[in-house]
C-alpha cells in the first residue's frame, strides 16, 4: 500500500532503478552511523531524509486514500473467493489462488497445511 512518507517511483530495493529510471545507488547517502538512507523512505527511527533526488514525489492525501481504498476492496474479493480484477470465482492450486477468468495470480491463502502438520 502507499504511504505519504513513501516516494511513488518506489518500487523496492532489491530493483536498480526506481519506476522514474533513477539509479538508486546514486541517491544513496551512508551515513557515519546507522542504516544508509534513500530520499524515498522514511528513515527508519526517525531523523533526516536526504533530499539529493530531483524525482522524488510524494503521493497526495487522496493517492494514498485512493490506494487503500483499493487494496481494501481486493482484500475483501479475495476473502469472498472472488478476484479482485473482475469477481470471478477463484481457483485453488494448492495455497495459491488464480482467477478463473483471466488466469491471473490472484495471491496465497495460508493455513495449518502449509506448515506440514497435515490439518484440514
Same mark, same amino acid.
Not at 35 to 63: H, K, S
Not at 80 to 86: L, Q, V
Given at each position: 500500500?502507499?504511504?505519504? *512518507? ?6 523496492g ?14 541517491v ?17 527511527g ?7 533526488? +530531483? ?6 492525501a ?9 487494496? +481494501? ?8 473467493? *472472488?478476484?479482485?480484477?473482475c ?13 478463473? *477468468?483471466?488466469? +491471473?495470480?490472484?495471491?496465497? +491463502? ?11
Amino acid at each position: 500500500m502507499k504511504s505519504e *512518507k513513501t516516494c511513488v517511483h518506489f518500487r523496492g530495493i532489491q530493483h536498480d532503478t526506481c519506476l522514474a529510471g533513477v539509479v538508486v545507488r546514486s541517491v544513496r547517502v551512508v551515513p557515519e552511523k546507522g542504516p544508509y538512507r534513500l530520499p524515498c523512505l522514511p528513515v527508519i527511527g526517525g531523523g533526516d531524509i536526504p533530499n539529493n533526488c +530531483e524525482q522524488r514525489r510524494y503521493p497526495t492525501a487522496e493517492e494514498v486514500a485512493a490506494d487503500h481504498a483499493m487494496w +481494501e476492496r481486493a482484500f475483501a474479493a479475495f476473502a469472498a473467493g *472472488k478476484s479482485p480484477c473482475c469477481d470471478a470465482p477463484l481457483e485453488s492450486r494448492g495455497t495459491a489462488r488464480f482467477c478463473s *477468468k483471466c488466469r +491471473e495470480f490472484v495471491g496465497r +491463502e495460508c493455513g495449518a497445511e502449509d506448515i506440514g502438520d497435515g490439518a484440514k
